[in-house]
C-alpha cells in the first residue's frame, strides 16, 4: 500500500483559482516533486502559458475534455509516469472546469494497472466565493464538483462580505457535510491540507471525519443533491447488508456520486467500513473497535434525487 504513489484530483468550476493553486504547488519550496495531468478544454493550451516557469513537466492532454476523452488517455499517461518511478512524490490530475471527478476517481478502481501502481488520495474542490452560488443555480457541473469533494478550498474570500461568504458556506455544506473547507485567498492554503490527505483509505476515513459517526449536520437543504445518513444502534447483519448495498448502488449508482460507512457486524471484533463511487464499491474490516466504544453503524450517501425514505428504511431492516 505504501509504495503506491498518492494521485490528487484538483477540480473547480472555469476561474475558481485551480491554476493558482497548481502553481503554488509546482513552485513552492515544499521539497517534494509532482507529476501534474493538466487538461485543457478547448484546443489551445492556454494553461501552459499561466503555469509560469517549473522544474517539473507539465503533460498537457490537448485533445477535447476530460469526460469523454480522459479514461483512455489518462491511464495512458499514468501508465507512462509509473514506468519513471521515483521521480516524483505524488501525482496531481488537474480536471477541467467542466468535468464531474467521478470518471476519473474511478480510473483508480477500475484499471488494474493503475490501481496497482497507484492510489485515489482526494479530491480536491476549488470553489470561487463570489460566484459559486449562480453556478449552483446554472451549472450541474460544479455541484458535483462540491458534492465530491474530500476537501473544498473556498477561494477568492477577499470579494465578498462576512455575510454573503457566511451564506456561500451554507450552501456547501448543504451539499456536501463531510468535507474539510478552507477558507481561502489566492488559494493560500497549507499544501499538506490538500496533498496527501488519505482521503480514500478505508482505515482513514475514521480519523479524517471524528463527527462522521454523529448525526449529519441537517439545517441545509439543496433541491437536488443531498447528503443521507442514516445509523443504526447497534449491530447489522452481514448477510442482509451485503446484498442491500450491493443491489442500492447497482439501481441508484448513477444517482451516488459517494458513499460511505463504517458498520459493526456481530461476532466480528473489527469495523467493517466501506466507500463507494458510483456503482464502484470498496470494503473492509479495518480497525478492532475499542473496549467500551458504542458499536454503532452509520452509512453517508451523497448524491442527486436519492430516496431517502427507502435508503433509510432499507438500512435499519440490515439490523442484526
Not at 469526460?67 to 480536471?95: N, P, Q, S, W, Y
Not at 439501481?251 to 457486524?265: D, E, M, S, T, W
Not at 448524491?303 to 431517502?308: A, N, S, T
Request: hydrophobic residues 40%.
Amino acid at each position: 500500500m505504501t509504495d503506491k504513489i498518492p494521485v490528487t484530483v484538483l477540480t473547480g468550476y472555469l476561474g475558481a483559482g485551480k491554476t493558482t493553486l497548481l502553481n503554488r504547488i509546482l513552485t513552492e519550496p515544499h521539497g517534494k516533486k509532482y507529476a501534474v495531468i493538466v487538461n485543457e478544454f478547448g484546443e489551445i493550451g492556454i494553461d501552459n502559458e499561466l503555469v509560469v516557469g517549473a522544474d517539473e513537466e507539465v503533460f498537457e492532454m490537448n485533445n477535447g475534455c476530460i469526460c469523454c476523452t480522459v479514461r483512455g488517455d489518462l491511464i495512458r499517461i499514468l501508465d507512462g509516469l509509473m514506468k519513471r518511478k521515483g521521480k516524483f512524490d505524488a501525482i496531481i490530475v488537474e480536471t477541467t472546469g467542466l468535468a464531474d471527478p467521478a470518471p476519473v476517481a474511478q480510473t483508480f478502481f477500475m484499471d488494474q494497472d493503475v490501481a496497482d501502481a497507484a492510489r485515489l488520495d482526494a479530491v480536491v474542490t476549488v470553489a470561487d466565493a463570489k460566484w459559486l452560488s449562480d453556478r449552483l443555480k446554472d451549472a450541474p457541473e460544479a455541484k458535483n464538483q462540491i458534492a465530491f469533494a474530500d476537501v473544498i478550498v473556498l477561494n477568492k474570500i477577499d470579494l465578498v462580505t462576512p455575510e454573503e461568504l457566511d451564506a456561500v458556506e451554507a450552501r456547501i455544506r448543504a451539499i456536501n457535510p463531510y468535507a474539510r473547507l478552507h477558507r481561502t485567498q489566492n488559494c493560500a492554503v497549507p499544501l499538506a491540507e490538500v496533498l496527501d490527505r488519505k482521503a480514500f483509505d478505508l482505515d482513514r476515513i475514521i480519523e479524517l471525519e471524528p463527527d462522521f459517526l454523529e448525526e449529519g449536520h441537517h439545517h441545509h437543504h439543496d433541491e437536488e443533491m443531498q447528503s443521507v445518513s442514516v445509523k443504526v444502534d447497534g449491530e447489522v447483519d452481514p448477510e442482509k447488508f451485503m446484498p442491500w448495498i450491493s443491489n442500492l448502488t447497482q439501481v441508484q449508482g448513477p444517482n451516488i456520486l459517494r458513499c460511505k460507512g463504517i458498520v459493526a457486524f456481530p461476532n466480528e471484533p473489527r469495523r467493517f467500513v466501506f466507500q463507494g463511487v458510483h456503482m464502484i464499491l470498496d470494503g473492509d474490516v479495518q480497525g478492532e473497535w475499542k473496549p467500551g466504544e458504542k458499536r454503532d453503524s452509520k452509512v453517508v450517501f451523497i448524491g442527486r434525487d436519492l430516496d431517502e425514505k427507502a435508503i433509510r428504511e432499507g438500512f435499519l431492516a440490515c439490523a442484526a
